[in-house]
């Protein structure tokens, strides 16, 4: 494990974590080709390294948004809370499921210009004003979800999915988390139109 994953906090010895962490750490490992810093930083804690992933497995596996939708609802709320590893590492997780390489960078610097749908520019007003203004969020604005097409268990999910990356996005902050270079290129071969 990278031990610049985090500025402020001392990464572990992969070898000094129990087995269940080091396990999930070598099968994510496995998937991407390389350990994201997330889970070497979060492994700090493994209490909360344990329920953190499970929630965030949970709102990535049983959704009713669509992956892509499920990562840029991250990235603009990442965005607007300027986080740095977030924005990296959700970015090329949006070029890759949305199959676009320009979209990422769209939404991090303003997703209200980005080429994206209606129902997807609702979707990232509703997840913003619930990041930036939550005590403002009302009925109005669930209405203008299920108007713009979502189910009610998307409307949940859009809500579950925002709430849970402000968490992240303030520990990521807090911890100052370094996205692995590998995320920077991630994803960003022309499109294929």
Sequence with gaps: M???AMRRFPVPDRDDLPDD???RIDDETER?????NVFAAFAYKPSHFRPFFEYHDALVEDTDLERHEVEMIIVAVSGVNHCYYCNVAHGALVRIY???PLLA???VANYRTADIPEKHKTMLD??????ESPVEVG??????????GFSEEAVWDIGAVTAFFNLSNRMAMFADMRPN????????EPRDD
């Excluded at 991407?32 to 994201?36: E, I, L, S, V």
């Excluded at 509703?126 to 990041?131: F, R, S």
């Design 126 to 131: 509703v997840a913003v004003k619930l990041t």
């Design 181 to 188: 270079e590998e995320f920077h290129t991630l994803g960003r």
């Design 105 to 107: 960078d769209q939404l």
């Design 21 to 23: 962490l080091r396990e």
């Design 139 to 148: 009925e109005d604005d669930l209405q203008r979800l299920r108007d713009a």
């Design 32 to 36: 991407a080709g390389f350990t994201p």
């Design 2 to 4: 990278d031990d610049d």
């Design 98 to 100: 949305a199959k676009d």
